[in-house]
C-alpha cells in the first residue's frame, strides 16, 4: 500500500494551516512560559459588572465595583447603575436602598483618565440625570460611605436621602483643583444639607473634611467608627423597613413636592392627601391592641438573599 498518497492530504492540510498562521505560531513560539500563561489567563478572565446588585429582606445594596480604581465613575459605570436604577423604580420587593463601594473607597470622583481620553456617555448629561433618577427612587436611600467621596462621589451621594459614614471617611468637592465645573447637582443639593456658607467654603477651598466633621455640618446624617459601619447601616435600613412601605414613599414625594411649592401651599397639598392612604394602615392600626408594632408591608419583600 502506498502510505505516502494516504499521508500527503494530511501533511497538505497541515502546511497550509502552518503557512496561513506562520507568524503567529512563530511570536507563539518565542513568548517566555510565563508569559503564555498571562495570556491564557486574560483569556480566561471573565468580565465583573462594574455596579453590583444584591437583595436581601426588602432591602437592595448596589454597590459600585472598582476597588482597584477606588470607584471611580466612568460613563460604562454609570450606563449600568441607570439600568439598576430604573429597574429598582418598579420593584415593589424593595423597600430600601443602599449605595456604598467595593473595597476600602466609596467613591473616588470621576474618572480623570476618561475624561482625558474623551470617554462619551450615551448623552451629554446622562451623568446627572442618573443621580436624578437616583434622587427619584420611590424608596428610602441611604449611601454608606467609607474612604473617598469625592467631587462626582459626592455628587452622587448626595443623590440619596441618607448619608452614613465611617469616622476617618474624607469628603470633598475638588473640581476647582482640577479646574472643573460643577454639572452633577453640586451647587444645588450641598448648600441643601450644609446650608449656603458652608457650601461656599468647601467648594472655593476644595476642602477634605472627615466623615466625623461631615456629620457635625449636617453632610452625613450620622458618623459611626469604621468597624461599626456595616452593622450601622443594616440596622437603619432594617428600621425603615420595618415601617409601613407606603408611609415612607409617601412622606419622600410630599418632601420632593413641597420644594416647588410655596410653604401654604405644600401645607395644602399635604392635607388633600394627593398620594391616598397607606395600604397596610389598618392592619398596623388593629395591632396596636396588645400587639407588638408593624404588621405586614404593602408589598412582598423579598426574604431570599439574590445578588446580580
Known amino acids: 500500500m502506498n502510505y505516502s498518497a494516504l499521508t500527503q492530504p494530511a501533511f497538505h492540510i497541515f502546511g497550509s494551516f502552518v503557512g496561513a498562521n506562520y507568524e503567529g505560531l512563530r511570536r507563539l513560539a518565542m513568548l517566555e512560559p510565563r508569559q503564555y500563561r498571562w495570556m491564557k489567563q486574560e483569556e480566561s478572565i471573565v468580565t465583573e459588572p462594574l455596579v453590583k446588585r444584591a437583595d436581601a429582606a426588602g432591602v437592595a445594596t448596589l454597590t459600585l465595583n472598582r476597588p482597584e480604581k477606588l470607584n471611580a ?3 460604562e459605570l454609570f450606563i449600568e447603575l441607570r439600568g439598576h436604577i430604573d429597574k429598582l423604580a418598579d420593584d415593589v420587593s424593595i423597600g430600601c436602598v443602599l449605595v456604598t463601594g467595593a473595597g476600602r473607597s466609596f467613591c473616588a470622583g470621576n474618572d480623570l483618565g476618561s475624561i482625558a481620553e474623551g470617554t462619551k456617555a450615551p448623552t451629554p448629561n446622562y451623568q446627572a440625570e442618573t443621580i436624578d433618577a437616583l434622587e427619584s ?8 460611605v467609607r474612604g473617598h467621596c469625592f467631587t462626582g462621589g459626592l455628587e452622587l451621594a448626595l443623590g440619596c436621602d441618607l448619608i452614613v459614614a465611617s469616622d476617618d471617611a474624607q469628603f470633598g468637592d475638588t473640581h476647582g483643583q482640577w479646574g472643573l465645573v460643577a454639572v452633577w447637582g453640586m451647587t444645588v443639593r450641598l448648600p441643601e444639607r450644609v446650608g449656603t456658607a458652608k457650601a461656599k467654603e468647601l467648594m472655593y477651598t476644595a476642602r477634605r473634611i472627615s466623615g466625623s ?5 449636617g ?7 469604621p ?12 428600621e425603615i423597613v420595618a415601617n409601613s412601605w407606603d408611609t415612607s414613599r409617601f412622606d419622600k414625594a410630599l ?29 398596623r392600626l388593629a395591632n396596636v391592641a396588645g400587639k407588638k408594632p408593624g404588621g405586614s408591608k404593602p408589598s412582598p419583600q423579598n426574604q431570599n438573599k439574590t445578588s446580580s
Do not use: C, F, W
Open 73 to 75: 465613575l466612568t460613563p
Open 137 to 144: 427612587l420611590p424608596q428610602p436611600t441611604i449611601a454608606k
Open 213 to 217: 466633621e461631615a456629620a457635625e455640618i
Open 219 to 225: 453632610l452625613a446624617t450620622r458618623a459611626t467608627p
Open 227 to 238: 468597624q461599626n459601619l456595616d452593622e450601622s447601616v443594616d440596622a437603619l435600613a432594617a
Open 255 to 283: 418632601l420632593a413636592d413641597g420644594k416647588t411649592m410655596r410653604r401654604s401651599d405644600a401645607l395644602l397639598h399635604e392635607r388633600s392627601r394627593p398620594y391616598g392612604v397607606p395600604r397596610d394602615m389598618q392592619e
